[in-house]
């Protein structure tokens, strides 16, 4: 019904304000069937999922800083934005590579980069000992995706040119990456999330995943959906490390790098609307 209403473009439209109203119903269905998300979908669930800690730092001097607030609390493992400035980017990753030698690092180019950097780049970060390569191009680069892909280097993620499974079936189909970075509320919701993972996981794809700087609802979500399909890298989930307090009854529970899926039925949160309404009245 929503993809009548709210029509496609290139792919699905307004993906974000789908998968709000899809949580909302995936929420409602579990509670009248008072079951969890794993209980729904046949999996366990309830493992905690390890987070990393996003680095987007605008000088070398930052780099040291980020790793130290980072492993103060119990963050080991990264997720790099670069830029345009590949040689800047290179010097970034060999000082995480110099302080954090055992962490597991994977860069984001946001589409940032060109068709002539990105694959000079890809063998340099490679051999820092990068473990993937996310959206190095503008979405609307198919060539160039195709031949980082034949260059055989870094596995070659997409994220904001895929917000569907249509989207991953015919990317793949035609060579343009080796996985994919799930966001769950980029791609609609939990129904079409669970989806795309099974077509990552069928065909041996790389499943990556973060989020959208998700609070408490989106935040759970991913911890279900991630838990329950046994995500194999950290989560760039940075909601920990960006956004302060909660309109949870009972915060989500988070043990240094460590999330825990909430433990209830639907998405397992219980949003204390007194909290909510006075947020309102000090706006008012």
């Known amino acids: 019904m929503m993809n009548q209403v709210i029509a496609p473009g290139f792919s699905t439209g307004q993906p974000i304000c789908k998968a709000g109203i899809d949580l909302a119903l995936f929420d409602l269905a579990g509670r009248i069937l008072d079951k969890n998300a794993g209980e729904r979908w046949g999996r366990a669930a309830g493992e905690p999922v390890a987070i990393s800690w996003t680095l987007d730092p605008k000088t070398l001097d930052n780099v040291a800083a980020g790793i130290t607030e980072a492993t103060t609390r119990g963050f080991r493992h990264f997720n790099v934005k670069v830029r345009r400035d590949s040689s800047f980017d290179l010097a970034v990753c060999r000082e995480i590579r110099r302080l954090a030698p055992a962490a597991f690092v994977w860069v984001d180019a946001n589409g940032g980069y060109d068709l002539s950097t990105a694959p000079a780049v890809a063998p340099k970060l490679k051999d820092l000992g990068i473990a993937a390569l ?19 280097t870094l596995p070659i993620l997409m994220d904001e040119g895929v917000v569907s499974l249509t989207d991953l079936e015919t990317f793949h189909q035609f060579g343009l990456l080796n996985g994919m970075t799930m966001k769950v509320s980029r791609s609609g919701g939990l129904s079409e999330s669970r989806r795309m993972i099974d077509y990552l996981q069928g065909h041996g794809l790389h499943f990556f995943a973060s989020g959208l700087t998700d609070p408490d609802i989106a ?29 949870l009854k009972n915060p989500i529970r988070i043990i240094g790098a460590q999330a825990f899926p909430p433990p209830g039925p639907g998405l397992g949160v219980e949003v204390d609307e007194t909290i909510l309404l006075a947020a309102g009245s000090a706006k008012d």
Request: proline share 10%.
């Open 219 to 247: 935040f759970a979500a991913c911890l279900q959906l991630y838990s329950a399909f046994n995500l194999p890298h950290p989560a760039a989930l940075n909601a920990p490390q960006f956004l302060k307090g909660t309109y």
């Open 134 to 152: 996310e959206q190095p191009l503008p979405a609307n680069q198919l060539s160039g995706y195709r031949k980082l892909v034949r260059q055989k």
